[in-house]
């Protein structure tokens, strides 16, 4: 479910041609471009009545090495870690890496023109009581799936570090963690999960089709998640984007669309799909409601700045606030980024 909020901006056609410029990344092969973001994660996690709270601060230096460029400007490449740090509420070290070997830790990854991210593996951070640990599995599976549960799974690791002080543990160097391997992992209700590369907002940055200008408004929806973007300006080069999510789980899975507001005026392109959640049987019904109520429900807003005339982002920064409540686990997630390019 959380994957339709990032598909929502591919709905976002402009129909007109009278606009000011198009949005779109100018990726070029053999390319590296360095950023740094700052997420900070304020997690409640709530389990037969007992409350845990925690805050993590993840700082990360990487860089996005584009590989090659087809002829429709889909990009193949990796990003990958140079320096890596997470501190707790009290600002002590869950885990750092510093100086890493260019791909040692790495996530291989697609990106269009339009900036539409396509991830094949993730590297997160697993916290648990003994042992925090660098994991690294496909994107499409979640901590369950992936085998991090509460019994004594196995899960692809990169590193391996002491809940206690934050540095690696023996057996780890910097200089030695460029494959994985096997680590058994063990979570509890205190564990967590963080991304290491701020994957869910570098989803966030694609760009609207068509030419755009100042003031030019657009709403896009799909099934219980709307997008609402504002282009607030446009000005020596550099086009200044709102972005607005929210969610709605009263509203039906199998309706979307997109609107907006232009100079040249306004468009509906009314109600993508045709099927409607009513059409279906009961037992159905129940079963999408049921998905429905464990998918997770997000609000937030970004603003990013883009470079229009060299065809990359410049930065980003925002707040996006999750809540999933799922089989008798309920977890809150605040996260405030700030991230740009060097």
């Known amino acids: 479910m959380k994957k339709s909020l990032f598909l929502l901006a591919s709905f976002l056609v402009i129909f007109t041609a009278s606009f000011a410029t198009e949005l779109n990344y100018k990726w070029k092969a053999n390319s590296f471009y360095a950023f740094n973001s700052v997420v900070t994660d ?15 601060t993840t700082t990360v230096d990487f860089v996005l090495f584009i590989q090659s460029v087809d002829a429709n400007g889909l990009a193949t490449g990796r990003l990958y870690l140079t320096n890596f740090s997470v501190k707790d509420s009290k600002g002590l070290s869950v885990a750092s890496l510093v100086n890493v070997p260019k791909d040692a830790v790495k996530s291989d990854i697609t990106v269009d ?6 991830f094949a593996k993730k590297v997160t951070l ?15 599976e979640n901590a369950a799936s992936a085998g991090i549960q509460t019994e004594n799974e196995k899960v692809d690791a990169y590193a391996e570090f002491d809940p206690k002080t934050g540095k690696l543990k023996a057996g780890y160097t910097v200089q030695t ?33 068509g030419q755009v200008a100042a003031n030019n408004h657009y709403n896009a ?27 709605d789980k009263s509203a039906d899975m199998f309706e979307g669309g997109a609107s907006g507001e232009t100079e040249e005026g306004s468009f509906n392109m009314g109600t993508f799909g045709g099927t409607s959640q009513m059409d279906l ?3 159905d019904q129940e079963a999408i409601d049921m998905s429905k109520s464990m998918s997770p429900d997000m609000d937030g807003t970004l603003t990013t700045t883009f470079d229009y005339t060299n065809g990359m982002f410049v930065g980003v920064s925002g ?14 997630v605040k996260s405030v980024l700030t991230m740009k390019k060097k």
């Open 221 to 247: 929806k799909a099934g219980m998640y709307t997008v609402d973007v504002l282009v607030k300006s446009m000005t020596n080069g550099i086009a200044t984007i709102g972005e607005t999510i929210s969610t």
């Open 126 to 140: 697993v916290t648990t009581p003994t042992s925090n640990v660098l994991v690294y599995a496909n994107a499409s």
């Open 42 to 56: 304020n997690i409640t996690t709530s389990v037969m009545g007992m409350n845990v709270s925690e805050k993590y």
């Open 113 to 118: 023109k339009k900036g539409n991210f396509t």
């Open 281 to 283: 049987t009961t037992e």
């Open 319 to 332: 707040t996006i606030n999750t809540n999933i409540d799922m089989m008798g686990m309920k977890m809150t």
């Open 177 to 209: 963690i460029k494959t994985t391997k096997k680590v058994t992992v063990t979570e509890n209700e205190q564990s967590d999960e963080l991304d290491v590369f701020p994957y869910d907002f570098l989803q966030m940055l694609v760009m609207p089709e």
